[in-house]
């Protein structure tokens, strides 16, 4: 089912990059993704507060998800000039903490988004 629902989602993101091309901000991609979702009645959530539990206890530190897409694909959105191992470690931690499976990594500051595409895989 995950799997499916990421061909819709990067189909979406692919869109939304045709039609803006690279250069602009996080933000504007990130709205514009969400318009393409809905446009395709995809379910998804945006700016969804990360729960974090430190020794059993929540700790109130303000981290926010980019999107949540049918409750079972964490999206993040990226505009930067190159995507760092961080970003990716980003994503993991927040499968993790979400106790989710799958994550894409979309850096849309590229000349063709196939390039910016990174699909994040746990267990």
């Given amino acids: 089912m995950a799997d499916s629902l990421s061909y819709d989602i990067l189909g979406a993101a692919i869109q939304v990059h045709r039609e803006l091309g690279p250069g602009l901000l996080e933000s504007a991609y990130e709205a514009c993704l969400c318009r393409e979702l809905a446009l395709r009645r995809i ?46 470690a980003q994503v993991m931690t927040y499968l993790k903490l979400l106790k989710l499976n799958l994550g894409l990594l979309i850096n849309f500051n590229v000349e063709r988004l196939s390039l910016g595409i990174s699909r994040i895989v746990m267990g």
């Fill in 43 to 88: 379910d998804h959530q945006r700016q969804l507060a990360l729960p974090l539990l430190y020794r059993g206890m929540a700790v109130d530190c303000e981290y926010r998800v980019d999107l949540i897409v049918g409750n079972l694909v964490l999206v993040e959105v990226k505009s930067i000039a190159r995507v760092l191992p961080v970003h990716r």
